[in-house]
């Protein structure tokens, strides 16, 4: 991938998270980018191939993020801190008609990404979850499986439901009760006290 459809694709992103992708136009991409129509049709074929690049494009970014090398020598509590975080950025100007959009004017890509995207949350879930079984924070006694569906099934629920009157809750506090719920439902005490280690280690960084 070249480093200005990189470029195109992050940015693209960015505008499509916070303002939805129907309301956003190629002449939009294009300024956001400081570039000109015909450069960026040089990238891209149309808008079609450009939402579905950028769709991928987040599975092609996990494999580096939290889930990538820089978590080998951390713990499982630690990693799901990680994830939890980059959650937060993700969500803070995270607009949900991006969802509704994909869903209603891209069906077919819609389908494709929400399949690849429960593979892949499953197997880190599951990767994360056996991992601190051995390491004595989370229990024996649940089934690894069925957790990491339920738990892919609250975090696609956050992003369709309308449960929650608007301005009710922001989504960054709902997400944080998910994870707090999911970490104290499978945690041993060795793997509660480690979470308040790295709440409070959390919050001492968002103070400074």
Same mark, same amino acid.
């Given at each position: 991938?070249?480093? =200005? /459809?990189?470029?195109? +694709?992050? %940015?693209?992103?960015?505008m499509f998270a916070k303002y939805g992708i129907k309301s956003v136009s190629m002449d939009d991409i294009a300024k956001s980018c400081g570039m000109?129509? #015909?450069? +960026?049709?040089?990238?891209?074929?149309?808008?079609?191939? &450009?939402?579905?690049?950028?769709?991928?494009?987040?599975?092609?970014?996990?494999?580096?993020?939290?889930?990538?090398?820089?978590? #080998?020598? =951390?713990?499982?509590?630690?990693? +799901? *801190? /990680?994830?939890?975080?980059?959650?937060?950025?993700? !969500? =803070?100007?995270?607009?949900?008609?991006?969802? !509704?959009? /994909? #869903?209603?004017?891209?069906?077919? &890509?819609?389908? @494709?990404?929400? @399949?690849?995207r429960r593979k892949r949350f499953y197997d880190k879930m599951h990767e994360n979850m056996t991992k601190g079984r051995i390491e004595g924070f989370?229990?024996?006694? *649940?089934?690894?499986?069925?957790?990491?569906?339920?738990?892919?099934?609250?975090?696609?629920?956050? &992003?369709?439901?309308?449960? *929650?009157?608007?301005?009710?809750?922001?989504?960054?506090?709902? *997400?944080?009760?998910? !994870?707090?719920?999911?970490?104290?439902?499978?945690?041993?005490?060795?793997? +509660?006290?480690? /979470? %308040?280690?790295?709440?409070?280690?959390?919050? %001492?960084?968002?103070?400074?």
């Amino acid at each position: 991938m070249s480093t =200005k /459809l990189k470029e195109i +694709l992050n %940015q693209s992103c960015k505008m499509f998270a916070k303002y939805g992708i129907k309301s956003v136009s190629m002449d939009d991409i294009a300024k956001s980018c400081g570039m000109s129509k #015909k450069t +960026l049709y040089e990238q891209v074929v149309d808008k079609n191939d &450009l939402v579905e690049q950028v769709v991928f494009a987040e599975f092609e970014d996990g494999k580096t993020g939290p889930h990538g090398a820089d978590i #080998k020598n =951390k713990n499982a509590i630690e990693t +799901l *801190f /990680l994830v939890y975080k980059g959650a937060m950025e993700f !969500f =803070k100007d995270y607009n949900f008609s991006m969802e !509704f959009d /994909l #869903k209603k004017y891209y069906p077919g &890509l819609y389908k @494709k990404a929400r @399949k690849e995207r429960r593979k892949r949350f499953y197997d880190k879930m599951h990767e994360n979850m056996t991992k601190g079984r051995i390491e004595g924070f989370f229990r024996e006694d *649940f089934n690894i499986d069925i957790v990491a569906k339920i738990h892919i099934i609250k975090i696609e629920t956050l &992003l369709e439901t309308d449960i *929650f009157e608007k301005d009710e809750y922001s989504t960054i506090d709902i *997400f944080k009760e998910i !994870f707090l719920y999911h970490v104290h439902g499978i945690a041993t005490p060795k793997g +509660l006290e480690e /979470l %308040q280690f790295r709440i409070k280690e959390y919050e %001492q960084q968002q103070n400074q």
